[in-house]
């Protein structure tokens, strides 16, 4: 046996080696099911995890998702506990396509979630979301306290 056979491989990129523990473990699971059974199907129609930013500032924090192909129906928006948003929703895609003499149908569905841990207090009360060409943003105003919390410290010239 040749020791490059021993090497693992990161599933269809041509044998990069990749230490098992460098790769997504639920993308690992999916290849081995794949493997074993023969699904012939590809994870990323199926999994779905919004692109997230979360930018602070000195009154607000303000946090930007990606959805592509959703709709501002398919998404939700929710508080937890003091400093955390939630934010999920469903993903459904569907397509059909008749040629010749065959007939394909395809649909996916899957939920996500997300918990947003905010890097400062805000007053969810005055939160607002916006929803435009796939992109979510939320300004979140700082609450007076955690606007005093940040002060500069001068820093002396010896």
């Not at 997230?52 to 506990?81: C, F, N, W, Y």
């Not at 992109?135 to 001068?154: D, F, G, N, Q, S």
């Amino acid at each position: 046996m040749a020791i490059r056979n021993l090497i693992p491989k990161r599933h269809g990129d041509g044998g990069t080696a990749v230490a098992r523990w460098e790769r997504e473990p639920f993308l690992d699971l999916w290849h081995d099911m794949e493997r074993v059974f023969g699904l012939g199907v590809e994870p990323h129609m199926f999994m779905f995890t919004p692109a997230l930013d979360v930018q602070e500032a000195d009154d607000h924090v303000r946090v930007t998702a990606e959805l592509p192909g959703l709709m501002k129906e398919d998404v939700e928006l929710s508080i937890e506990g003091n400093n955390t948003l939630v934010l999920s929703g469903e993903k459904k895609s569907e397509e059909e396509k008749k040629e010749g003499g065959y007939y394909r149908s395809e649909r996916y569905y899957g939920s996500f979630s997300r918990r947003i841990l905010l890097p400062a207090d805000v007053d969810f009360d005055k939160a607002e979301a916006s929803f435009k060409n796939g992109v979510l943003t939320v300004m979140l105003p700082k609450t007076e306290e955690a606007k005093r919390k940040h002060r500069k410290i001068e820093i002396k010239e010896e």
